[in-house]
């Protein structure tokens, strides 16, 4: 089956310390992206990745960074210098760019801060 | 900076209703769009993509794109409880971010 997985499901964090969420998609897509979802809210970028080994800030980058050593891997991981990380975090790709992005999304990881 | 605009909603059908769903945005650039459907405590799932001023028809929904009036819209016909869920609207904003409406709440009831 093709798609994009995220681990885990949920993740509870202690205050100080740093967490990686992981997402890995089998679509062969280029592109991968990280989102933020709070209660109410649209979705707000994070961070993007166009390419291995590249990748751009989002809207909301402070506090979060990213790596893409391979193309089918997009981690994130949540420093202590965020300040308010208790979201769900949701992970998509896309194949196509411009007009033609159409990204799909994993079944996203809900972060709660203890 | 492009905004994507939609009423939060909840918009309440009835069961066998249409439901019209609306977007607007405020860059005329915009070429296509996206309508994403997520159930409370789910992704989003991508259900329609639409390309080009007229409709789209894919089952029982219809995707309706006016580039002159900035404005698209979403038809659900023969709404069923299953399509309750939050149905949110994208817009490319760069060559390849997407920017996000916050979404409009949908509830049909039996």
């Known amino acids: 089956d093709g798609g994009i997985t995220q681990s885990p499901k949920y993740l509870f964090r202690k205050e100080g310390q740093n967490v990686t969420l992981s997402c890995e998609q089998n679509?062969?897509?280029?592109?991968m992206y990280w989102y933020r979802q709070d209660p109410g809210q649209g979705l707000r970028l994070i961070y993007y990745s166009q390419i291995v080994n590249d990748f751009q800030k989002g809207d909301i980058a402070e506090g979060y960074s990213v790596s893409r050593e391979k193309k089918e891997s997009f981690p994130l991981t949540v420093t202590s210098a965020q300040k308010n990380p208790t979201a769900f975090y949701l992970c998509a790709s896309s194949i196509g760019t411009g007009d033609y992005n159409e990204q799909f999304f994993g079944p996203g990881t809900r972060l709660t801060v203890l | 900076q492009k905004e994507v605009e939609q009423n939060s909603g909840p918009l309440s059908v009835p069961e066998g209703a249409i439901a019209s769903l609306n977007c607007t945005y405020s860059d005329r650039v915009s070429q296509s769009f996206f309508w994403y459907r997520q159930y409370s405590g789910k992704s989003p799932e991508l259900i329609m993509s639409i390309y080009s001023n007229g409709d789209k028809e894919d089952g029982r929904f219809t995707a309706q794109l006016n580039k002159a009036s900035q404005y698209v819209s979403l038809l659900i016909r023969d709404s069923q409880p299953s399509d309750s869920a939050t149905y949110l609207c994208?817009?490319?904003?760069?060559?390849?971010?997407?920017?996000f409406g916050k979404g409009t709440m949908l509830l049909v009831s039996p």
């Open positions: 679509l062969n897509h280029d592109a």
């Open positions: 994208a817009a490319p904003s760069g060559y390849s971010t997407l920017t």
